[in-house]
């Protein structure tokens, strides 16, 4: 049953079009949203102006899309520490003279450190599990060489720059099987090929960054630009925010994008010693001990009960904090305030679950109306296959060819 229109629009398809055309990320991220969707919204409802919230913020896409759009005002959140660190180094204003001037010298530190063969395995080795698993011994060494003078670092604006393309070397330098979201070893025949440099891959990715972050991020950072990203779950301040912009999860992290386990290397040699408990703790992690009964989600739900009442739970669960969130969030949204979400209609035991008409009708109890649903084809959004346990980078779930745009205003 819809009881929420939806219209079929073309121009959000920007077939062909990826992240990179207009935004190249510095940093790989799960599931993003393209920029030129917020972009071409914004500019669709003439909103160019006052506090833009994105509960879920991840790498900040709605951030990019908001500043192109003229506003200077944001308000972020994620439990994801990757993630906030993303969004923090794209969208905070550093001197690209002392970034270079740094960039010398770390060269010159790291330089001298290794020259003295003693040097090269006396460092302790950084809290991570399974260490021998994951990377070879010599490369457990150098990534633990690199952190060690990225750490030095005292301006911890600078640190968090040079932190990203370690995050990054993290990843391309460990067994990860690198075209996969979820952490999966590569193939022992694989393993016996595998000997990258790592002060090469991440002076590689350390430039290649400088150069997007110049010439892409940078340019639309002014004096009034205001970014404020937390490391924490949205908290309220009622009617503050003129437009919230979002792609939330599109259910539990475990079972579509796992957000967690895609960062956990990353997140461990940062220092986040809970890493491996991160997808549990982001929404639907926590499961529930109820089917979720009312509204149009009902029967959706209780027809995959019939089948799995475990998935049934699991898929509540998700919907339960949705719904939470959807409250809090609604109640932050100023008079006249939109609220602007980007969301993917996910399947479980075949059953095609309307989260945009959820999202419309959450937003309609709480005070909003719902104004819009466009749908897009969905081109490029890197999404999990059907039923797959890997999470294939780049294979788009096959029942779910279209992406929503669910817009409300108070
Ligand atoms: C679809 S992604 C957002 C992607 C983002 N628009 C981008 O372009 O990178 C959803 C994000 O929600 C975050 N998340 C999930 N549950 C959360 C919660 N309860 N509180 C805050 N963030 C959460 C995940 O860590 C993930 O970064």
Sequence with gaps: MMNYPIVRNEKYDFLGQSYATNYPNL?????????????????????????????????????ASALECGISEM???DLNPLAILISKVKFTKISIDLVLETKIKLRNEIFEFIKKEENLHILPLPNVTNPTFWFSEDILHNLNILKYFIYKIENLTIRNFFTLP???????????????????????????KFNPNVFGVYFKKLNDMIDIYKYVYLPKLTNDTNVNINYSKFEVSENSFDVVLTSPPYGDS????????????SNEWTGID???KIDGLLMGGIKSKNIYKSGLMHDYIAEIEKEDK???????????????????????????????Y???????????????????EKFEENGLKHIVTYQRALSSKSMPSKNSPTNKT?????????????????
């Design 27 to 63: 940093h790989k991220y799960p599931a993003t949203m393209l920029p030129q969707i917020g972009i071409e919204i914004l500019k669709e409802f003439n909103i160019s102006e006052g506090r833009l919230l994105d509960p879920y913020c991840g790498s900040g896409s709605s951030f």
């Design 310 to 340: 475990k998935r049934a739970l699991e898929v509540s669960s998700f919907y339960v904090d949705l719904e939470n969130s959807i409250q809090k969030i609604a109640s932050t949204i100023k008079k006249g305030g939109k609220s602007i």
């Design 166 to 192: 370690f995050s990054e070397t993290v990843r391309e330098c460990s067994f990860t099987r690198n075209n996969e979201f979820k952490l999966f070893k590569m193939k022992a025949e694989d393993i016996l």
């Design 342 to 360: 980007v969301v993917g209609n996910r399947t479980v035991k075949g059953i095609q679950l309307p989260t945009d008409q959820f999202i419309a």
């Design 274 to 276: 809970y890493a491996r």
């Design 75 to 77: 308000v972020g959140f």
């Design 394 to 410: 780049g294979k788009t779930l096959n029942t779910m060819l279209f992406e929503y745009i669910v817009v409300c205003e108070k």
């Design 254 to 265: 475990r079972t579509t994008v796992a957000y967690g386990q895609f960062s956990t290397l």
